[in-house]
């Protein structure tokens, strides 16, 4: 059941609850992703970033409830909304923070900038500036885990916008023919670049877009890290099994634009800040751990941890140096 405001209904199934260990958890991880993002937004309007910034705000429940149901080892895959996803997978948020800024200290060496970025050591695989290319790439990275048999799971990102595209269908099949363990998420932002869903796709439940190739899927509160971590769970123990891919929806929203340079016009602010104050994925944690005991002060000293961590990659980033021109020939396969 999905609601108005395009959050699936909390009268679904009981929410499973969280222990407080891992409400904190979430909240520490949320909240990083959070300041994280805000401190990149003003430095782009500063001019230290350039190029394209896509911001995660809103979202950041999806790809940490996933996170907390994942093993080490998994792979992650996503699109260019990506900067969450990499501080979910532990890779270090300065030199996540230098690549933005085109920095020499950055994953890419400053070569790859907001979109393209790679971690082999903590196994994300990007970071893809085509629209639609982690569903192909996610399932090539199940098929290596399948052939080797190493019991991995590949946890592959995109957002509701390329799940129209044609390449999506097609590592469905190969993914679901060859019972690849893969667990493609849809980050269904409503939005996709400025188009609502219901103006662009003739079926907007997307949780039914496996169903040609058997793949089972479940469309969910992506506000509600509780809620992602227990599809999550379920869906990565099905791949683990052996039994192929699993579609998950996650219903979700983006406080900003689709992009830096987006006005976000084709929405009103009253909806925006009706999401913030009613379904902010973060707050909602922030309110159960005080119900739970918590002062506002130790949550505040969370915070203040996360700002501290992500002031330092600022500075890292903004004091680094540009790449040296030789670089330009580094990295680059010749036939």
Same mark, same amino acid.
């Given at each position: 059941?999905?609601?108005?405001?395009?959050?699936?209904?909390?009268?679904?199934?009981m929410?499973?609850?969280?222990?407080?260990?891992?409400?904190?958890?979430?909240?520490?991880?949320?909240?990083?992703?959070?300041?994280?993002?805000?401190?990149?937004?003003?430095?782009?309007?500063?001019?230290?970033?350039?190029?394209?910034?896509?911001?995660?705000?809103?979202?950041?429940?999806?790809?940490?409830?996933?996170?907390?149901?994942?093993?080490?080892?998994?792979?992650?895959?996503?699109?260019?909304?990506?900067?969450?996803?990499?501080?979910?997978?532990g890779?270090?948020?300065?030199?996540?923070?230098?690549?933005?800024?085109?920095?020499?200290?950055?994953?890419?060496?400053?070569?790859?900038?907001?979109?393209?970025?790679?971690?082999?050591?903590?196994?994300?695989?990007?970071?893809?500036?085509?629209?639609?290319?982690?569903?192909?790439?996610g399932?090539?990275?199940?098929?290596?885990?399948?052939?080797?048999g190493?019991?991995?799971?590949?946890?592959?990102?995109?957002?509701?916008? +390329?799940?129209?595209?044609?390449? /999506?269908y @097609? &590592?469905?099949?190969? %993914?679901?023919?060859? $019972?690849? #363990?893969?667990?493609?998420?849809?980050?269904?932002?409503?939005?996709?670049?400025?188009?609502?869903?219901?103006?662009?796709?003739a079926q907007?439940?997307?949780?039914?877009?496996?169903?040609?190739?058997?793949?089972?899927?479940?469309?969910?509160?992506?506000?509600?890290?509780?809620?992602?971590?227990?599809?999550?769970?379920?869906?990565?123990?099905?791949?683990?099994?052996?039994?192929?891919?699993?579609?998950?929806?996650?219903?979700?929203?983006?406080y900003?634009?689709?992009?830096?340079?987006?006005?976000?016009?084709?929405?009103?602010?009253?909806?925006?800040?009706?999401?913030?104050?009613?379904?902010?994925?973060?707050?909602?944690?922030?309110?159960?751990?005080?119900?739970?005991?918590?002062?506002?002060?130790?949550?505040?000293?969370?915070? +203040?941890?996360?700002r501290?961590? /992500?002031? @330092? &990659?600022?500075?890292? %980033?903004?004091?680094? $140096?540009? #790449?040296?021109?030789?670089?330009?020939?580094?990295?680059?396969?010749?036939?």
């Open positions: 059941m999905v609601e108005e405001s395009g959050v699936a209904s909390a009268s679904a199934p929410i499973p609850p969280f222990t407080r260990e891992q409400e904190l958890t979430a909240f520490r991880e949320m909240l990083l992703i959070r300041r994280f993002e805000e401190k990149a937004g003003q430095l782009y309007g500063m001019g230290v970033i350039g190029g394209f910034c896509h911001l995660y705000i809103g979202q950041e429940a999806v790809v940490v409830g996933v996170k907390m149901a994942a093993r080490d080892g998994d792979q992650f895959t996503t699109s260019y909304r990506d900067h969450g996803h990499m501080l979910a997978s890779m270090e948020p300065r030199r996540v923070m230098a690549e933005l800024a085109g920095k020499r200290g950055g994953y890419s060496k400053g070569k790859g900038g907001s979109m393209h970025m790679f971690s082999r050591e903590a196994n994300f695989y990007g970071g893809h500036g085509i629209v639609g290319a982690p569903a192909p790439i399932a090539g990275v199940a098929f290596a885990n399948a052939y080797r190493d019991g991995r799971v590949s946890l592959t990102f995109f957002g509701e916008g +390329a799940a129209n595209q044609g390449q /999506v @097609e &590592a469905f099949n190969m %993914a679901s023919l060859w $019972k690849l #363990p893969v667990v493609f998420i849809v980050e269904n932002n409503r939005y996709a670049m400025g188009t609502e869903i219901s103006r662009a796709s907007i439940d997307l949780s039914k877009r496996g169903a040609a190739f058997g793949i089972p899927g479940k469309q969910i509160d992506g506000m509600d890290v509780r809620i992602v971590k227990a599809t999550a769970d379920e869906a990565i123990e099905w791949c683990r099994a052996g039994k192929g891919p699993y579609l998950i929806e996650a219903q979700t929203y983006r900003r634009g689709h992009s830096m340079s987006d006005p976000a016009k084709y929405r009103s602010k009253e909806e925006v800040q009706k999401m913030r104050e009613e379904h902010d994925p973060i707050e909602q944690v922030r309110a159960r751990l005080i119900a739970d005991g918590m002062s506002e002060d130790e949550l505040k000293k969370i915070d +203040a941890n996360a501290k961590i /992500v002031a @330092e &990659a600022a500075d890292f %980033a903004t004091a680094d $140096k540009e #790449p040296d021109p030789s670089e330009l020939w580094t990295d680059v396969l010749a036939s």
